[in-house]
């Protein structure tokens, strides 16, 4: 049971490049979300996604794009990547329990040159 | 929309108690959470408040006042390795998304 897992740990990425974060749980959540954390600003939500085939803006969406393939994956894609997109990443689910009980993923640390 | 305020920083000493405080604005509200986070490592699930009162969980205790937006994380007998920083969270009512403050870091001196 590995609870909610993110691919890859660490990317360095060019000005101008694409890549897509991979996320997977199986926990049976239902929703899913993708958090980017930089220093002193906290997480901030990206996108989430409430059930399978739905998705929504977060607090911070521009610049980046959100698939919901299955119940499982919820990936997160930059399809240009800036500099101002350099953060650490997490992924997390939330089960149907009612309270705000987030399993986050270890973390992606993306650097963009 | 939301927002959340906590102390950026607090410093402690070993078996002392400390409080960090939370203070939000949201439009309709579906609780409050905490969560811890370690240097490195990601966010882990501490306790939650959807009425009014103080929730304990061992050495932790959450309180949440809603008429004044308020709450706070209690931790009791701290230990060097409560030193991690520590979010707020709401939800509001009818929505998916949960919003975090911008952490709270806690500072554990022998």
């Known amino acids: 049971n590995a609870g909610v897992t993110q691919t890859p740990k660490f990317q360095v990425l060019k000005t101008g490049q694409s890549m897509t974060l991979q996320c997977a749980q199986d926990?049976?959540?239902?929703?899913m979300y993708w958090y980017r954390q930089d220093p002193g600003m906290g997480l901030r939500l990206i996108y989430y996604s409430a059930s399978e085939g739905t998705t929504d803006k977060g607090e911070v969406p521009n610049g980046y794009n959100v698939s919901r393939l299955n119940k499982r994956e919820f990936s997160l894609r930059l399809e240009s990547a800036a500099p101002s997109q350099t953060s650490v990443y997490f992924c997390?689910?939330?089960?149907?329990?009612?309270?705000?009980?987030?399993?986050f993923g270890a973390g992606s640390r993306l650097t963009v040159l | 929309g939301q927002s959340l305020e906590q102390p950026s920083e607090v410093t402690a000493v070993e078996g002392a108690i400390v409080q960090i405080n939370c203070t939000y604005q949201t439009s309709g509200f579906y609780g409050l959470s905490w969560y811890q986070q370690h240097d490195g490592g990601a966010p882990t699930f501490l306790s939650y408040?959807?009425?009014?009162g103080l929730e304990e969980t061992g050495r932790f205790s959450s309180f949440l006042s809603r008429s004044d937006s308020y709450g706070y994380l209690l931790l009791q007998e701290l230990q060097m390795k409560d030193s991690a920083s520590y979010f707020c969270a709401v939800r509001s009512t009818g929505f998916q998304k949960l919003v975090f403050g911008t952490g709270t870091r806690l500072l554990v001196s022998p």
């Open positions: 926990m049976n959540h239902n929703s």
């Open positions: 408040n959807a009425l009014d």
């Open positions: 997390a689910g939330q089960g149907s329990s009612g309270a705000n009980v987030l399993t």
